[in-house]
């Protein structure tokens, strides 16, 4: 009974939401159409440079990516919706998965010989505690944490780096850890750029975007239960 309540309460949530944000937007409805004509006329232009220039526009955005992506700000979530809107889904969502990889690396190698002390400093307790996740866990140490939002992607990378764990093994894990949020975000950056007029903001395929990026923290949590709990089993028919 708690649980149908629960679902009746975010599905209830979820309407009356969505409801407010239609009254909220209401008015403003003409200048919002005038932004959304801009937007588009201006992603036009840039896709057309990209056409001209398709090896630098790549370049260039793997190169932002990598950069932005392994400084200690939110960027990895902005760039890949950028990377669906501008590319697509498909080249969006290599490059941004191999943006995403590369600046982990980045922040990985800089946690491990640049950021050492002030990292251990900060985070000493943490890196403890992955340690012994990963001579408990192995590789689902890791995994587990790329798929729930625990921590922000920059102190997981540099909490990496100072651990007991391989290079090799990062790249790996990170990448299978990431790619569905990749997926989910490079769709969704493709539907935003299909939005010409207000009334897209509430087709099915946007909407259905914003419900995935909605749902996607709690399937992640759920995924990362799962494999602790099947691991935990592992662990003591080992023993």
């Known amino acids: 009974m708690p649980a ?3 679902r009746i309460a975010l599905i209830g949530g979820w309407i009356i939401g969505m409801l407010a944000i239609a ?8 200048a919002l159409q005038s932004d959304l004509t801009v937007l588009h006329e201006n992603l036009q232009h ?22 932005a992506g392994a400084l200690p700000i939110p960027a990895v979530v902005a760039m890949t919706l950028a990377g669906g809107a501008f590319f697509g889904f498909w080249t969006g969502l290599i490059l941004s998965l191999a943006g995403t990889v590369l600046a982990a690396v980045v922040s990985f190698l800089m946690g491990r010989h640049l ?15 992955l340690d012994r996740m990963v001579d408990r ?33 990062f790249v790996v894990v990170t990448t299978l850890g990431v790619l569905p949020n990749k997926i989910i975000l490079s ?38 239960r799962r494999i602790r709990q099947r691991t935990a089993v592992r662990t003591e028919q080992a023993r």
Request: aromatic fraction near 10%; charged fraction near 15%.
């Open 187 to 224: 769709g969704a950056g493709t539907q935003l750029a299909e939005v010409q007029d207000v009334s897209d903001i509430f087709g099915p395929r946007l909407i259905a975007a914003i419900a995935a990026l909605a749902a996607f923290p709690w399937i992640a949590r759920w995924l990362s």
């Open 4 to 6: 149908m309540l629960l």
């Open 137 to 169: 866990d192995g590789a689902l140490a890791l995994l587990s944490l790329r798929l729930t939002p625990a921590l922000p992607f920059f102190v997981l990378n540099t909490m990496s780096g100072l651990s007991k764990m391989s290079l090799r093994l």
């Open 115 to 129: 950021l050492a002390d002030l990292v251990r400093r900060y985070l000493g307790r943490r890196i403890d505690q």
């Open 46 to 67: 840039g896709q057309g440079w990209r056409d001209r220039n398709p090896e630098l526009a790549i370049l260039s955005f793997v190169a932002v990516f990598t950069v």
């Open 23 to 30: 009254f909220w937007l209401w008015p403003s409805l003409p």
